[in-house]
């Protein structure tokens, strides 16, 4: 059963714009989580990460936002620029034995358009 | 400095054969991990060397699936024998430190189609 869902298969938005990619998870142990972005014919890039312990990260452009009790978590990308357009994805980690074993979900693919 | 090389990049093969993924990590990378998308799903958890020792394999599919790494530098993931299901892209990640928030480096991964 997937734990980390990503309901969105794809998003388009013009340069300039705010672009928010959502992720939602089922495990409430989740204490960790990452955001990464792939290219076509590339392994996946992280991008940022957030702790529990916090509901906001920034680095730049992107923003991670975190929603505990909506077991949610966001990311914004202001201004969206043309290099941007990917595949993102969100992944979580818990806290456990296993706290490197990420679980991702399936991936927004982000089209920024000129 | 080079990242993390995957061969082949590229692989087809016909149901019930063999094949072997290579992964080379960042030098000086003790973890080093498997993972595995089937047809624009999720990316899946496979399993985690720290050097040679299997810390993590709890993602393995079955035991058609085997995971080396001598010597603690590349890994090798054998399929034997090899499904339909297996069909998928098979990416390498390592990284220096074992904390979740060092980074994994992803290599470009390899396409495994099985017919």
């Known amino acids: 059963d997937q734990q980390v869902k990503q309901n969105s298969p794809s998003l388009s938005v013009q340069e300039g714009r705010i672009s928010i990619l959502n992720c939602d998870y089922t495990n409430s142990m989740f204490d960790y989580f990452l955001w990464y972005k792939k290219y076509p014919a590339e392994g996946p890039t992280f991008l940022i990460s957030i702790s529990s312990i916090k509901d906001k990260n920034e680095d730049g452009r992107f923003t991670v936002f975190l929603n505990k009790s909506a077991k949610h978590l966001s990311l914004h990308i202001v201004p969206s620029q043309p290099g941007d357009s990917a595949v993102y994805f969100c992944?979580?980690?818990?806290?456990?034995?296993?706290?490197?074993?990420?679980?991702f979900g399936s991936g927004t693919k982000l089209n920024v358009k000129p | 400095e080079a990242g993390v090389t995957q061969f082949p990049s590229h692989s087809v093969i016909e149901k019930g054969q063999t094949v072997t993924l290579r992964c080379d990590p960042i030098?000086?990378?003790?973890?080093l991990y498997w993972y595995r998308r089937v047809m624009g799903k999720e990316i899946k958890f496979l399993l985690h060397f720290v050097k040679e020792s299997k810390q993590d394999e709890s993602g393995m599919p079955n035991n058609r699936f085997l995971a080396e790494r001598t010597g603690g530098t590349y890994s090798t993931l054998k399929v034997q024998p090899a499904e339909l299901e297996d069909s998928g892209v098979y990416f390498c990640?390592?990284?220096?430190?074992?904390?979740?928030?060092?980074?994994?480096?992803f290599g470009p991964g390899t396409r495994l189609t099985v017919t």
């Open positions: 992944a979580a980690s818990d806290g456990g034995y296993n706290f490197n074993k990420f679980y």
């Open positions: 030098s000086g990378h003790d973890n």
């Open positions: 990640a390592s990284s220096q430190g074992d904390h979740r928030s060092d980074e994994q480096y």
